[in-house]
């Protein structure tokens, strides 16, 4: 996509000043609502460990404990804490990210469908103190960047990780998402559920010598105990999920920023004519949306580990047997390629205009007549079904049956 490689646009929000002031604004999302419950010690939250802590705030925050993913690479605010013996766990639902440093603190980034990426951090409390959540500032300085696309978002890096966890190299800098080949993803990750792929950088050490770069293999579970996290893998798929939702989240807010922005110049209306690099932007959201150019998965497809795929169907919406939520994991990662988060209340909060937009180009990709760029690689069976899901599911979809506002 046009955003992979390089931003359409050299436009960057000014997050501080009218109209996004992005620090002065409540967060109204799901967790952010919920503050005050953690803070007074109305979740029923387990306090006899840290590993006991973290299960039963997953729980309460309804985030598969299966979406553990681990990082080694130090790329994250605790950096000093995390290192290959040591690594940062991560777990994910829709829309809502959590991290967790044996050792260190919680930290949660959640999508606020106004300010984009909300972050927030706070101690693991001992036996009755109070648990008090802090928005975070300082994740701005790597979450406001070029590989967020110059907006508050969400970040993957993939590094050629040191010994001691620092990077040697990076990958794809400023680009993220389902486009990346495989063979340049998870450098800094531990990754298991590969079904004997291993044509990628994760579960590696890299070593420079003499100007060249070498890998070591890092077994995942061999420097540290698994039977500190509460599960014992950082799955292949949970990998794919988390990069394809970082790739849309980050273009979705930024179309969020734009959109605002343009409204605010222009009296509080959307002009008509829409800039032409805001135009690319959308037309490459599209195709992101649609998997156009999805990197295709290893030849013997991917085994997927069966509580995660459970857990990531919980909250399914099915039409006619059918959810954008069903695996494929054979060539593709989605059986029927449209992105689940339209149905998260991420997107459904967007400018009214912008969520327009979206909603009536996808129904012309969609449309037999209409057919374009962003679908061609669709069936015309597949791209009915993602339409009939769509019409459904997704409030105000051109032709839909459901009541909108």
Wanted: proline letters at 7%; a neutral charge.
């Amino acid at each position: 996509g046009v955003l992979g490689s390089a931003l359409a646009s050299e436009w960057e929000p000014d997050l501080d000043s009218e109209p996004h002031r992005y620090f002065q604004r409540t967060a109204v999302d799901r967790f952010s609502r919920r503050i005050p419950e953690l803070a007074e010690g109305r979740l029923p939250l387990d306090r006899s460990s840290e590993r006991a802590f973290l299960k039963s705030l997953l729980a309460a925050l309804d985030i598969p404990e299966s979406s553990q993913l681990l990082v080694f690479s130090n790329t994250s605010l605790q950096l000093s804490l995390i290192n290959p013996g040591n690594p940062r766990a991560l777990y994910f639902s829709d829309d809502l990210y959590l991290g967790y440093v044996p050792g260190g603190k919680i930290e949660v980034a959640t999508i606020d469908a106004q300010l984009g990426a909300v972050f927030y951090i706070f101690d693991i409390p001992r036996s009755d103190s109070r648990v008090v959540v802090e928005r975070a500032r300082r994740c701005m300085n790597c979450h406001a960047n070029e590989d967020t696309l110059k907006v508050p978002g969400l970040s993957v890096k993939s590094v050629a990780p040191g010994p001691g966890g620092g990077s040697l190299d990076t990958f794809h800098p400023g680009q993220s998402g389902h486009t990346q080949p495989l063979a340049e993803r998870f450098g800094g990750w531990y990754v298991t559920g590969t079904g004997g792929f291993d044509g990628h950088w994760g579960n590696r050490m890299g070593r420079l010598y003499q100007g060249e770069l070498s890998a070591t293999p890092l077994e995942p579970g061999t420097r540290f105990s698994f039977e500190r996290y509460p599960v014992a893998t950082s799955d292949l798929l949970a990998h794919l999920l988390h990069e394809h939702q970082v790739g849309g989240v980050n273009r979705l807010i930024r179309a969020q920023y734009r959109f605002r922005e343009l409204r605010h110049r222009n009296g509080g209306s959307v002009p008509q004519a829409l800039p032409p690099d805001l135009e690319t932007e959308l037309a490459d959201l599209l195709s992101y949306l649609l998997f156009a150019q999805e990197a295709p998965l290893p030849a013997s497809g991917i085994p997927g580990n069966p509580a995660l795929r459970e857990g990531f169907a919980r909250n399914r919406k099915v039409v006619d047997g059918h959810s954008l939520k069903d695996l494929d994991l054979r060539t593709r990662l989605l059986r029927f390629r449209c992105s689940y988060l339209v149905h998260t209340p991420f997107f459904e909060g967007l400018d009214a205009d912008l969520r327009r937009r979206i909603l009536r180009d996808l129904d012309h990709a969609l449309s037999p007549e209409k057919r374009n760029a962003a679908s061609r690689h669709l069936s015309d069976e597949e791209a009915a079904v993602i339409r009939t899901i769509l019409r459904a599911t997704v409030p105000g979809f051109p032709n839909g049956n459901l009541k909108t506002d």
